[in-house]
């Protein structure tokens, strides 16, 4: 029976807040699977507008809790034991609080079950208590129900959150328990409240006095009769045995807080959007449970309910804040951290009421085997056997020692005398046995997926086949009956085996043709021997001229003025020669300059063609030769006259 510390905020009503400057809501915030994004950084929102979806059963949705911008999509940390960091969606509030059009509904007797269901999961309502489960499964079963169990024990101490709820929202709370009793109908409906509520089993007592069936059940105030496996021993006698879970024992439990919502999403069209808090502790001036919006920072609550300036002072001297109660609750990492659906109570003790959460974690001390921690264990446990597997990392013997049966309720770390954090070794291999089974599904899964391709491919192969096989078959028996079409199948066939051949034939014959002209790129024309000679004495008769008029200006240039005197005639004979000559030279020219350029292109071909017509043109070769060395010697015959002349002039005149 640790101290219970509930007059700290139990008569104290519910207080509601203004809106904070800032909204952060991680993602996932139940067990299961997180949803998928919606919107996008810069976008504005209205409350109770669905910021993520999901076809996924084991993800349901959150919603903007207050009206605003967007104005980050990043990781941050969460509220988890560890202080990991999640996916989050930042909301800068507007203060207008404006909603998004909502869905009434009177009377849900209008509704059927898969209405209502489906309305629970669009609100995103999951188990409140702490496990986080979705509703909308719990809710959706076809089994038989024996004992629907509203809890509302609320065991741990400090926590008043359900509580004040039940004073002063009972009407809401049975709406809730009707929704569910329409959706499971139950045998029995059972609330189970603890005996130091007696202001809230009033209330719920005169709210369900018109109900037959539901009853309810004042508890003996003891620490951890709130568990879900303890409370079915305590109110039915039942006990659920490790790995099974209360539906396979015709058993469903719901948290009183989760009831309370049920109502709001189905009647008036709200989502979950906010819960009631304790937030309390010795720590800070103004203890109470407040309602919350989802997202709120926990230091927007420290500063509404007076803490201390030590509260958020720098690491050195920082106040211990816890979420949770201070037997099952974990210090929070940063004040930065948001309210999730799952946070019930916010802690803030001073060293005095609680030495343990200022105290360092090298504090412990080596187990003495005292046994005090199996005695307290609600559910028959070996915690110390436990701890030892835990810190060796030996999940297979954490299995045999049935550590999923383990509800983290922190019985026996209060009473160890050793100090030893008991369920902080627990989660930590709870959450690596969890990501272990993870992994190895994935990859089950992978493999089932590679199988179940592989199988398909093989079949879609084989009937490929099949089909080719049948149509094959098919043709060659339409072909093979004497009719009109069968003959007009076979001629079909032979025109187009005959147009592979012609292609094929086609084709070769191009190929041949390619590399014909790959080896002659220029096409060779045969030309007469005839007309070869003629062409070579042309070419012998440009040159003579040529070289006979180069002759002739260069004897025009050595000519005096004197010469040009006295020698006028000479000089207009020599002119007159070497015109007749040009004449000449150009009218031999004129005769063959159409055949110049072939008759170079066919000294060059002919040159390769064969060793006949290489012959041929050596001769004539020879022969132009003998005829210019002829020519150059009568030149230079008559040059030498003609010096001899322009020397002796006399001689010339007598």
């Not at 391709?453 to 079949?459: F, M, Y």
């Amino acid at each position: 029976h640790p101290p219970e510390q509930k007059q700290l905020t139990s008569s104290k009503p519910i207080k509601q807040l203004p809106l904070p400057k800032q909204i952060i809501l991680p993602l996932q915030q139940h067990i299961g699977r997180e949803g998928n994004l919606l919107v996008e950084v810069g976008d504005k929102v209205l409350k109770g507008q669905a910021l993520t979806s999901s076809n996924n059963p084991m993800a349901v949705p959150i919603h903007a809790s207050t009206s605003g911008t967007i104005t980050a999509i990043k990781k941050s940390v969460i509220a988890h034991p560890s202080g990991l960091s999640e996916l989050c969606i930042f909301i800068d509030t507007d203060g207008e609080d404006t909603w998004v059009e909502r869905e009434r509904c009177i009377d849900i007797s209008k509704l059927t079950q898969l209405d209502i269901v489906k309305k629970i999961a669009e609100a995103g309502i999951a188990g409140m208590g702490g496990a986080g489960f979705p509703t909308h499964i719990k809710v959706n079963n076809k089994v038989d129900i024996n004992f629907l169990i509203i809890n509302a024990a609320e065991c741990e101490p400090y926590i008043t959150a359900d509580d004040l709820l039940m004073q002063e929202h009972s009407e809401k709370i049975v709406n809730g328990i009707k929704i569910l009793d329409k959706l499971l109908i139950p045998t029995f409906i059972l609330i189970a409240i603890e005996d130091n509520k007696p202001i809230a089993i009033k209330a719920m007592q005169h709210a369900t006095s018109t109900f037959d069936h539901i009853k309810v059940c004042v508890l003996p105030t003891k620490y951890p009769s709130g568990g879900e496996k303890q409370l079915i021993k305590i109110l039915t006698g039942k006990e659920v045995k490790s790995g099974s879970l209360p539906i396979h024992t015709g058993i469903v439990m719901q948290n009183i807080a989760t009831c309370f919502a049920i109502s709001d999403a189905v009647h008036n069209g709200i989502p979950l959007l906010r819960r009631v808090v304790t937030v309390t502790g010795h720590a800070l001036t103004q203890p109470q449970n407040v309602w919350t919006l989802l997202g709120t920072p926990i230091n927007f609550l420290l500063n509404e309910c007076g803490a201390q300036p030590q509260t958020m002072a720098d690491q050195q001297n920082q106040q211990a804040v816890i979420m949770g109660g201070p037997m099952m609750g974990y210090s929070l990492s940063s004040n930065l951290v948001p309210i999730i659906k799952t946070s019930n109570c916010i802690l803030v003790p001073n060293k005095k009421e609680m030495p343990s959460a200022f105290t360092d974690t090298n504090a412990e001390v080596e187990c003495i085997r005292c046994g005090q921690c199996s005695d307290v264990c609600p559910s028959q446990l070996l915690p110390q056997e436990l701890q030892w597997s835990a810190k060796a990392k030996d999940y297979p013997q954490l299995e045999k020692l049935n550590l999923s049966d383990c509800i983290d309720c922190g019985a026996c770390a209060y009473v160890c005398p050793s100090q030893i954090p008991l369920v902080q070794y627990y989660r930590i291999a709870k959450a690596e046995i969890r990501e272990q089974q993870q992994l190895n599904l994935k990859a089950d899964n992978a493999k089932l997926r590679f199988e179940a391709r592989k199988i398909r491919l093989e079949k879609e192969k084989m009937a490929r086949e099949a089909k080719h096989k049948k149509a094959a078959a098919a043709r060659k028996a339409s072909m093979n009956k004497n009719t009109p079409e069968a003959a007009g199948a076979k001629s079909a066939v032979a025109a187009a085996l005959a147009r592979v051949k012609a292609k094929k034939a086609k084709d070769k014959l191009k190929e041949s043709d390619n590399s014909t002209q790959a080896v002659n790129k220029e096409p060779i024309q045969e030309i007469p021997v005839s007309d070869e000679k003629d062409q070579v004495k042309a070419a012998i008769a440009r040159a003579k001229a040529k070289r006979l008029a180069k002759v002739q200006e260069k004897q025009q240039t050595q000519v005096t003025i004197k010469e040009k005197d006295d020698k006028p005639q000479d000089d207009k004979k020599a002119k007159i020669a070497a015109t007749i000559a040009k004449a000449k030279a150009k009218k031999l020219t004129q005769k063959h300059s159409k055949n110049d350029n072939e008759s170079e292109v066919h000294s060059e071909v002919l040159s390769g063609e064969s060793q006949q017509k290489e012959d041929i043109l050596v001769k004539d070769d020879k022969k132009a030769k003998i005829a210019l060395a002829i020519a150059r010697a009568k030149a230079r015959k008559e040059q030498k006259n003609q010096e001899n002349t322009s020397t002796n002039p006399e001689n010339e005149s007598t």
